[in-house]
């Protein structure tokens, strides 16, 4: 067992940090408060190699292991957990999926731009009536000769206004449950395609979700992913790698609040003291240190075993519970130590506490994570 990162894990963890550290922090909070797209944090991530860690090179993109991807999402996050989210989605649910399930021909036209980040894909699978129950959804795709006419709505769509391209599940056979459910590839011209307003969110609002509609949009067939009725076990293989992304911005995030937590605490005096000398102050820290360390462990298992190419599920379920159960605990934590000051908008503290919120429910809840660990157990 070698719990040393390699040359390059560390080459890609410094240039993440940094980058974060001086091209996203500033404007972070501005961004969060007015809901601003971080643009051009994306377009450098973009020249960064961030948008396609994980895809071959034959696909424009940089073929690095999993563990790189999840300590370049952890640094981002650590910073601007909504650009981590947009980094994860075109990832590890568009570029991971379309490497993985699509044709050639596919590959060759989206996968390519997506990969090098030149353009942004987003996953559309939840509906109004379907969240957890993914399988259960109405959105249809009728194959009409060479193409498939598709309608419906989807809803909490991540990058939904800012993608050019999404992955679309629907259901090509009705009464047949989730061997129904087809993927597809989707392009934002097509006629009848419209994006809802942004939502106005608890936490991530500087990423932009919405709902998506479709009205008899004409799809070509040749943009079908896998076979008809392979939709719904590519949609949870691509989650199972997907979770680890979400792992690693909740982490992220427990790491911000940890950082934050100790400097404030070092400067910040009480009974003529700094509160760092009081015990009360460093058991929370103790715990969020501890916790932290465990989170990452899960994840660097998590993503060394998809890397492996062994059974990974349950342990990025694991990863996403454990890691986003631990931001919450630390940014909550960390808005106590910072007291009335970290209640202010301005701080930027608050945010790490709006931001770890959403890591509990998507890519499937908490409850869902401990369903599929119970299940893979329970045998
Ligand atoms: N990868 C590939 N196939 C899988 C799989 C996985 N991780 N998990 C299950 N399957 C297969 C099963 O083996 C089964 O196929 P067979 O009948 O051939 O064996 C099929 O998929 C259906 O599985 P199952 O019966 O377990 O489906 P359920 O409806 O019970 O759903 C849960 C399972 C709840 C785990 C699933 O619906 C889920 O993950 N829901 C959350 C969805 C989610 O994350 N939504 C967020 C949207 S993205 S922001």
């Known amino acids: 067992m070698n719990f040393q990162l390699t040359e390059e894990q560390i080459l890609i963890q410094k240039t993440a940090r940094e980058f974060a550290d001086t091209e996203l922090a500033p404007g972070v909070v501005e961004r969060d408060d007015k809901k601003i ?3 051009e944090g994306v377009a450098k991530m973009a020249a960064l190699g961030f948008m396609g860690m994980m895809t071959n090179s034959k696909w424009n993109g940089e ?20 650009a981590g989210v947009v980094m994860s989605v075109n990832n590890s649910l568009v570029c991971y999926l379309l490497e993985k399930f699509a044709s050639d021909h596919i590959k060759e036209k989206y996968l390519k731009v997506l990969a090098s980040g030149n353009q942004l894909g987003a996953f559309s699978l939840s509906e109004p009536q379907s969240g957890s129950d993914a399988s259960n959804m109405k959105t249809t795709a009728q194959k009409k000769g060479d193409h498939y006419l598709i309608s419906g709505i989807k809803n909490w769509v991540t990058s939904g206004i800012n993608s050019d391209y999404v992955i679309l599940f629907a259901v090509t056979e009705k009464g047949v449950g989730y061997k129904g459910v087809s993927c597809f590839i989707v392009e934002k011209g097509y006629t009848g395609f419209e994006m809802g307003k942004p939502e106005n969110k608890l936490g991530i609002r500087a990423s932009d979700t919405c709902e998506l509609y479709f009205d008899s949009v004409k799809v070509p067939a040749e943009n079908l992913i896998g076979k008809e009725g392979e939709g719904f076990k590519i949609a949870l293989a691509t989650l199972d790698g997907g979770r680890i992304g979400i792992a690693a911005q909740a982490l992220g995030i427990a790491q911000a609040s940890l950082n934050a937590s100790v400097s404030y605490s070092k400067e910040r005096i009480q009974f003529g003291k700094p509160i760092s000398t009081h015990q009360a102050i460093q058991f929370k820290i103790a715990d969020m240190a501890m916790e932290i360390e465990a989170a990452r462990l899960l994840v660097w298992q998590a993503a060394w075993k998809k890397d492996q190419k062994q059974q990974y599920g349950h342990f990025s379920s694991m990863a996403k519970v454990f890691a986003s159960e631990v931001a919450m605990r630390a940014s909550t934590q960390c808005v106590q130590i910072h007291g009335g000051f970290g209640f202010m908008r301005e701080s930027g503290i608050e945010r790490l506490m709006r931001d770890a919120k959403i890591t509990q429910i998507y890519e499937g809840t908490s409850e869902i994570q401990r369903v599929v660990i119970a299940r893979s157990i329970i045998k």
């Open 37 to 39: 797209w971080p643009k």
């Open 63 to 82: 073929g690095m292991d999993t563990i790189s991807y999840t300590i370049a999402m952890e640094e981002i996050s650590r910073v601007e957990a909504s």
